[in-house]
């Protein structure tokens, strides 16, 4: 089945298939090469990436986003394209990742994403975040604590995870509260998927 009609079996927003279509074409291309997802099948991609990224939508908090260790685009490409009014900043270390995500920027004309090339820790922007994203990054609290600089007040940690991650909730550091625990449902994948919202207490 190709990416188009598997795209149009999955996705209510018919207008947004275009595109998803278009970014996971390009991820094919460039993986040959670069390796940049272990994921190569049509099928899984749409439900791997592209479902498993828009299943966190309803949760998004604010106007500017932050995607660390987003590698191919994962969940910020996806998302960015289902939100065009929101900004999405996506963070890598990994160059031949970040050169990719530039190319999908400029073939896609996706407006509201910036691509940064960089270590979390060594990253300061001029502004904060409302959210950070984070999808395969490392443990909560890893992600905490290399990343607390960049939230704005007010702000939320939005950690997606497999099944519900009982010990990494418990190593969470007392500075911080979590909100919320939401299973997240994804047509196609039998998995269990859940999406951490944090806080700073």
């Not at 074409?25 to 991609?45: F, G, S």
């Not at 960089?118 to 300061?124: I, L, T």
Request: charged share 20%.
């Amino acid at each position: 089945m190709s990416i188009e009609k598997f795209l149009k079996e999955n996705i209510q927003e018919q207008e947004l298939i275009p595109s998803l279509a278009n970014y996971l074409k390009l991820l094919q291309q460039w993986n040959r090469v670069h390796n940049l997802t272990a994921i190569t099948d049509p099928e899984q991609m749409v439900i791997l990436h592209i479902l498993d990224s828009l299943a966190i939508s309803p949760y998004l908090y604010g106007q500017r986003l932050l995607d660390v260790g987003t590698g191919a685009g994962l969940p910020g490409i996806p998302l960015a394209i289902k939100h065009p009014e929101k900004e999405f900043t996506l963070l890598d270390s990994n160059s031949k990742k970040t050169r990719f995500l530039t190319q999908v920027k400029h073939e896609l004309q996706i407006k509201n994403i910036n691509i940064i090339h960089s270590r979390v820790e060594d990253f300061h922007p001029d502004k904060n975040f409302d959210s950070i994203l984070s999808r395969a990054f490392s443990s909560l609290e890893v992600m905490l604590q290399t990343t607390q600089h960049l939230l704005a007040a007010g702000g939320q940690f939005l950690a997606m995870k497999g099944i519900y991650p009982e010990e990494e909730l418990k190593a969470i550091p007392e500075t911080f509260k979590v909100t919320a625990v939401h299973t997240l449902t994804i047509q196609g994948l039998d998995a269990k998927r859940c999406l951490v919202c944090i806080e700073r207490s």
